[in-house]
């Protein structure tokens, strides 16, 4: 083989690590797109609240008694009532109506119960 056959195969050529680079790029970029932040882990905290409120509605309508819902929130989410104190709810699932706010650094979601009973996380 001769010398200039040896220096043409040596290497990667611009086109080869352009490529490679693109795909770094765009591989980065879903990657970070899909990690879940900190408005995630409020929303969920939301869902939950809403989902306890609901099945305590449920319990109160299928066992003919009041129940009362008292909301709490994870760790490092602050939840504020309004009004303060737990939700009660009769036997036919109405309710008392209430605003619960969860927030953490900029993220924010909110659980309305309103007098019929009906629960919403937003």
Do not use: K, N, W
């Not at 995630?40 to 509605?57: S, Y």
């Not at 319990?59 to 003919?64: E, P």
């Not at 109405?94 to 309305?112: E, H, K």
């Amino acid at each position: 083989m001769t010398r200039q056959a040896r220096l043409e195969d040596a290497g990667f050529t611009l086109v080869e690590l352009v490529v490679v680079m693109a795909i770094i790029g765009i591989t980065s970029a879903a990657l970070v797109l899909t990690l879940p932040g900190s408005d995630a882990q409020v929303r969920r905290a939301a869902e939950t609240l809403a989902a306890q409120a609901a099945a305590t509605r449920d319990q109160a309508i299928l066992t003919g008694q009041p129940a009362s819902f008292a909301p709490t929130a994870p760790a490092g989410i602050t939840l504020t009532s309004d009004p303060a104190g737990p939700i009660a709810f009769d036997p036919t699932g109405l309710a008392t109506p209430a605003r619960l706010t969860l927030a953490s650094g900029d993220a924010a979601a909110t659980v309305t119960i309103d007098a019929v009973g009906g629960v919403h996380a937003r």
